[in-house]
């Protein structure tokens, strides 16, 4: 499953620019989290969406009657509060969704994290510097849907620069070999 708007796997894209990118530097890989990977939070804001309509039939079929003690003004004002939140956590998880993405180009490794509208981080990793790549596929959605983690190691003692639940990581693991053998 790929969505054609939001690629998540994205093979040599032409007219995609980041920040740093130096003149000679072409990306290879385009990447960001499976789109699969969106579906429980979609699915926690369907619930909470229709959580209204629960508690009213549950208000009507138990006979409490305790939504008709609550004055009109104050339950209009709480559902247009309840359903702007249910919205800011929806724009929320697709920033987070769409604006952590990682790159792979043939100079080096860039994994741009997004934690709020006012807040990044980038890390770029040379090739010369990456000591071994590894793939982790976990669970049967991983497996079905062909998404996992691609942790690369480095010579140095850092943390590991991961690429979390991207699509086809065994092809990224490669790729990410090839180039560093190249360059490396």
Not at 24 to 43: A, C, M, Y
Not at 151 to 164: D, Q, Y
């Amino acid at each position: 499953m790929q969505f054609k708007f939001f690629p998540a796997f994205f093979k040599s894209p032409p007219k995609i620019k980041f920040i740093e990118q130096e003149p000679d530097e072409q990306i290879i890989l385009f990447l960001r989290q499976h789109g699969i990977t969106n579906v429980p939070w979609i699915l926690l804001a369907l619930f909470a969406i229709f959580l209204p309509f629960i508690v009213i039939q549950l208000d009507i079929s138990l006979g409490t009657n305790f939504l008709i003690n609550v004055p009109n003004q104050a339950l209009i004002g709480g559902l247009v509060i309840y359903y702007m939140l249910i919205i800011a956590y929806i724009i929320e998880q697709f920033l987070f969704w769409y604006f952590n993405i990682y790159i792979v180009t043939n100079l080096h490794l860039v994994d741009i994290n997004f934690h709020s509208l006012l807040s990044r981080d980038i890390i770029e990793l040379e090739f010369r510097d990456v000591e071994s790549v590894s793939t982790d596929i976990r669970g049967i959605f991983a497996s079905l849907f062909n998404f996992g983690d691609v942790s690369v190691k480095t010579a140095a003692e850092k943390v590991p620069v991961v690429f979390t639940r991207v699509p086809r990581p065994d092809l990224v693991a490669d790729i990410i070999q090839d180039l560093q053998t190249k360059t490396g």
